[in-house]
Every structure is written in C-alpha cells, then in structure tokens.
C-alpha cells in the first residue's frame, strides 16, 4: 500500500506566475483535500475533490483551482501568485464514506519571491 | 463557523513529566483528529477519535473526546524528548467534511 506522494517538493516563483502542484493519493482513496499551511500556524482547507468534482471549498478566491484525475490523483493550480500565496501545501487522501482517516502527503514547499 | 481552539500554544517541559493539551471546538462535530508534526515535515496522524467518551493511547500519549463538552485532551505521561513537535487537533466540520485545524501546540520537552 503505498502512501500520498506530493510533487515538487520545493518550488520558488515569481510574483505574479502560475504553479501547478500534484498529489498522487493512497491506494483504494477516492477523496483528495487540499490544505495550505503557512509558517507557524495550522493548515487551512482550500478545497476537496470526490469523484473528479469539487466537495467543498474553503475561503480561497478563484485563483486557486484543482482537478481530480480518474485514478484519483490530484493537481492544484495557482494563479496570479501574491507574496502571500508562500507556504506548505498538503494534499490529504481519504476513502469517503467509509474509513474516517485522513492520509497526508508530505507536502510541497511554495516561495513566492 | 466552526472554530477549533488549541492550548496552551507553547508548552515546554521536563522530561518525566505529565502535561495536559486542550481542544476546544465551537459546533456539533462527530470525529476529532490528533496530528503531529515535526518542523519542515508534513503531518503525523496520532489519533481519530469518534464517539463521545472515546479513549486512546498510544505510547506516552492518550487522547479523549467529550462530544457534549466539545473538548478534547491529549495527555502526555512521563515526556521523553522525542516527543518534541508540534501537535494540531482538527474537528470534521459537519456538513462539509472538511478539517478545521486548531492553532498547534509546539512541545518542548528538555532533560
């Protein structure tokens, strides 16, 4: 059973670019969540996919999108970077409906200089 | 709103001794998580706890949950220092299943 794989694992941009951040989910996960933790404080939802739809969405504008593949996996796009948009982003796979546990990537590293 | 509320912030301790963190959450919710996380890494899962009453232990660490308080505890017995990280709580809210994380509790456990 493998686990959630995040890549890149750093990446540094340019204020005011676009980046695109993948997750590869568990094996037998159906539901992908996204979360962007900035330094020192807890991640915060941004949004989460279900069977190639959005579930549900956090207090994130537009800018930030994502897509659910048909083998579950998972990207987040990011467009427009601002300043604030640097921080860890986690990617969280889970089986819907049936095991409550949430599985976390090992998260990738965003710098918007 | 569901909001999650972690504390103390800072706990530093002495190695073999017991300590206490608080979750508190604002609204109904049926599954409360335990994570840890070390500085620079991605987040450990520890604990889900699902029903009012739930009790676990793993190691130094055991969790508990009080749906009708909306209070969970992590307690710590007899620190060693590798127990040293941060721990969040999050609470599923509701009716979006998504995770509301509390602030983290950074744990310092010193000889």
């Known amino acids: 059973e493998t686990g959630v794989t995040q890549s890149p694992t750093h990446l540094i941009k340019t204020r005011g670019q676009q980046v695109t951040l993948r997750c590869s989910s568990q094996s037998g996960h159906n539901t992908v969540s996204w979360y962007q933790q900035a330094l020192g404080q807890g991640p915060q939802f941004i949004f989460q996919y279900y069977r190639e739809e959005e579930n549900g969405r956090g207090n994130f504008p537009p800018r930030f999108s994502g897509l659910q593949f048909p083998n579950y996996s998972s990207e987040l796009n990011v467009n427009a970077l601002e300043l604030d948009d640097s921080a860890l982003y986690l990617c969280?796979?889970?089986?819907?409906?049936?095991?409550?546990?949430?599985?976390f990537g090992s998260g990738t590293r965003l710098t918007v200089v | 709103e569901l909001k999650v509320e972690q504390n103390p912030l800072f706990l530093s301790m002495q190695e073999g001794k017991n300590y206490t963190i608080y979750c508190n959450y604002s609204t109904t919710s049926d599954r409360l998580y335990w994570y840890r996380q070390d500085p620079g890494k991605s987040l450990e899962s520890l604990f889900v706890l699902l029903s009012n009453g739930a009790v676990k232990q793993e190691g130094r660490l055991m969790a508990s949950l009080d749906t009708k308080a909306r209070l969970s505890t992590l307690h710590i017995t007899a620190a060693v220092h590798d127990l040293s990280a941060t721990y969040f709580c999050?609470?599923?809210?509701?009716?979006?299943?998504?995770?509301?994380f509390g602030t983290g509790t950074r744990l310092q456990v010193f000889p």
């Open positions: 969280a796979s889970s089986f819907s409906g049936v095991d409550y546990g949430y599985t």
């Open positions: 999050a609470v599923a809210d509701y009716n979006t299943d998504k995770l509301i």
